[in-house]
């Protein structure tokens, strides 16, 4: 009630309070999520990012970021949607890094007109990376034949249960190679006039906040709350913005209820998704 009298008074009598919306991009980035775990990815944010910017009163959009990163192509398309949505409603975006934003988390970061982090936080990582496991001495002590039939010389490139081949690797590096230039041109455009001549910046390495402030690989440290009271006043309000959940209290975009009978084989395959995600998040102390 006291919101509907507030808005039935003149305007000149309101003490009006500045709404900056907030939103949170969390986790390991990947197309899918899976039966234990939620991915971040364009598909499960994009509602939350088109409700935020077309929050017409506010002053700018708050982005915040804690993911070690993942797939570079969902990374880009975070980063350009919120780059297109920015244009569009002409806001300003202040980007705030929690525990981490390294690698593909760092190249959503740049989608912001600042970056601020704690002096803890970690930022950085501007590279590439593959793994995966290699399995052909297991089969051979189990007994099991590998059988693969293709047309194409390189259908089985990189094939687990093969020995490694070293113009597959080459191959891959090659891939690698093109990916790890497109990420340094974002950098090198997106920190233009910021960044430290020092090519260890492009080098994998990561930073805590402080470091990554010296690169200019951030603009300052800080917190968001106070760093959004400190622009736009105390009586700043910040509205979480969120993708609506579904039923079953997950996101909508991009979820499928699978039947019974591929429960067995999702919870499998969850748990080695979850195994990957704690590698990823653990090479950064986290």
């Keep these: 009630m006291a919101g509907f009298f507030r808005r039935m008074l003149p305007k000149r009598f309101r003490k009006e309070r500045v ?3 907030v939103v949170r991009l969390s986790g390991v980035i990947a197309s899918g999520g899976g039966p234990l775990r939620q991915s971040l990815n364009l598909a499960g944010i994009s509602q939350a990012l088109e409700k935020a910017f077309g929050m017409k009163a506010a002053p700018a959009v708050a982005i915040v970021i804690n993911s070690p990163g993942g797939s570079p192509v ?3 398309m975070i980063y ?3 780059r297109d949505l920015a244009r569009e409603k002409e806001k300003k ?8 934003a390294a690698s593909g988390g760092y190249m959503i970061a740049l989608a912001g007109d600042e970056i601020i982090a704690d002096a803890t936080s970690i930022v950085g990582s501007i590279g590439v990376v593959s793994g995966g496991f290699g399995f052909p001495e297991l089969l051979k002590k189990l007994g099991v034949e590998r059988r693969v039939y293709t047309a194409g010389e390189n259908k089985v490139i990189l094939d687990p249960f ?3 081949k070293e113009k597959d690797i080459e191959y891959l590096k090659s891939l690698q190679v093109e990916i790890h230039k497109v990420f340094i041109d974002m950098v090198r455009e997106r920190r233009a006039g910021k960044l430290a001549a020092d090519e260890v910046v492009f080098s994998g390495l990561f930073w805590t906040g402080g470091r990554g402030l010296e690169l200019g690989l951030i603009d300052g440290l800080g917190d968001m709350r ?3 009271k400190k622009r736009f006043g105390d009586k700043i309000k910040l509205e979480l913005v969120t993708t609506p959940r579904s039923l079953f209290g997950r996101r909508t975009p991009g979820i499928s209820l699978s039947g019974m009978d591929g429960i067995g084989a999702g919870l499998a395959s969850g748990l080695a998704e979850v195994a990957e995600e704690k590698a990823l998040w653990g090479r950064y102390g986290l």
């Design 19 to 21: 709404v900056v919306p």
């Design 80 to 82: 350009s949607r919120i």
């Design 162 to 164: 093969q020995p490694e």
């Design 74 to 76: 969902q990374s880009r």
């Design 226 to 228: 106070q760093e959004l």
């Design 93 to 100: 975006v202040l980007v705030f890094v929690e525990d981490v």
